[in-house]
């Protein structure tokens, strides 16, 4: 692949600014188009959970913190804009997929023993492994619960993204400490726990807004290149970002011994008995993020996933051909620029 040069996009700061949940003018600047319809997706998850603001409210109350983002129910609002108009059933389908997304990010946090999260103590950091995986699972089955309001279809849509979901987290968890990861094994990783869920999120917007299978298909390809180059982006911030900017805890994928793009490029780049010394100080643990960096950058791999999550976005931009010229689709080829280009 010959490495491209980096896009440069208009409203980057602007959009990054939504997305992490802090300037509020980037925020009506950016997604205003959908602005009424994440409120309304936030109040149905709210009141889905009111109920346990009693027993357990803390637990709830602390749930604000993990909505940084928001990324996944605003797919589902602007590609249901983008395709026809949002209707209520978007609404709840927003507030599905948010559901089971912060449900995976508790449980990653206890996966990954994580502390921080988006500049806070996580709910394992707080309350303990026990009591995140069983919150996680409690919204989890509340979503499943929500998403059956709607019908037959949305609940089957969901779940099979779930499943992907949970077995590319197992498959993740299974591949731990396996210093000889393919890239291939890589990605069907990537595309099961990351992209399963931008995908479903951007078919469950088209479908519902009354769109053809064959729009549905486009928005389902871009949510899931948006996904990937989503991911790749996250893997690179674990090893060059800093917490301060990133606001999690970082350096999580070497401490645990998951490899991922950059490493596994590197270590098929170096000549076998530099790539076997690599990969024994790794398990050993006594390589240190800057000694890898170092290695990383005399191979090329930084750039080389750059590239990759570059060639993804790209991918995601072509998809969104089919869509009519409009606010919402320049937001969301926007997004898919934003992926690879973050700092949070």
């Given at each position: ?50 109920s346990?603001?009693t ?26 804009k983008?395709?026809?108009?949002v ?6 389908l927003a ?10 990010l ?15 103590r996580t709910?394992?950091a ?23 309001t709607?019908?037959a279809r949305a ?9 992907r979901?949970?077995a ?5 968890l299974?591949?731990?400490?396996n210093?000889y ?19 479903v999120?951007?078919?469950?917007g088209?479908?519902y ?6 729009v549905?298909e ?6 899931r ?6 991911q ?34 590197c270590?098929?780049k ?11 100080r790794?398990?050993?643990g ?26 993804f ?15 919402c ?6 997004l ?9």
């Amino acid at each position: 692949m010959t490495p491209e040069s980096r896009p440069t996009v208009a409203n980057a700061t602007a959009t990054e600014s939504k997305l992490n949940g802090r300037a509020k003018s980037a925020v009506n600047l950016t997604f205003n188009p959908i602005l009424a319809d994440l409120d309304q997706a936030d109040r149905v998850f709210s009141s889905t959970l009111a109920s346990y603001k009693t027993p357990i409210g803390s637990l709830v109350e602390h749930l604000s913190h993990y909505h940084g983002k928001r990324l996944r129910p605003a797919l589902v609002l602007l590609t249901a804009k983008a395709a026809g108009k949002v209707s209520p059933a978007h609404h709840t389908l927003a507030a599905v997929v948010e559901m089971i997304h912060t449900a995976t990010l508790v449980h990653d946090d206890v996966l990954d023993d994580a502390d921080t999260r988006r500049h806070v103590r996580t709910v394992n950091a707080d309350w303990g492994n026990k009591t995140a995986i069983l919150f996680g699972d409690l919204l989890f089955t509340h979503a499943f619960h929500l998403s059956s309001t709607i019908d037959a279809r949305a609940c089957s849509l969901i779940g099979d993204a779930t499943n992907r979901v949970c077995a590319g987290e197992l498959k993740q968890l299974c591949e731990r400490g396996n210093m000889y990861l393919s890239e291939g094994d890589y990605f069907a990783i990537l595309d099961g726990k990351t992209a399963a869920l931008t995908e479903v999120s951007c078919r469950l917007g088209a479908l519902y807004a009354g769109s053809s299978d064959e729009v549905a298909e486009h928005m389902a390809a871009y949510g899931r290149n948006l996904g990937l180059a989503f991911q790749i982006g996250d893997d690179l911030l674990d090893l060059v970002g800093t917490e301060a900017k990133a606001g999690k805890t970082l350096g999580t994928d070497l401490a645990q011994l998951k490899l991922t793009l950059p490493l596994i490029h590197c270590l098929g780049k170096l000549a076998p008995p530099q790539a076997d010394q690599l990969r024994g100080r790794l398990k050993e643990g006594g390589a240190t993020v800057a000694e890898v960096l170092t290695i990383l950058e005399s191979t090329g791999s930084l750039n080389y996933a750059r590239c990759r999550a570059d060639e993804f976005a790209r991918n995601a931009r072509s998809a969104l051909s089919c869509l009519p010229a409009g606010e919402c689709r320049t937001i969301l080829e926007h997004l898919a620029e934003w992926s690879t280009r973050r700092e949070k």
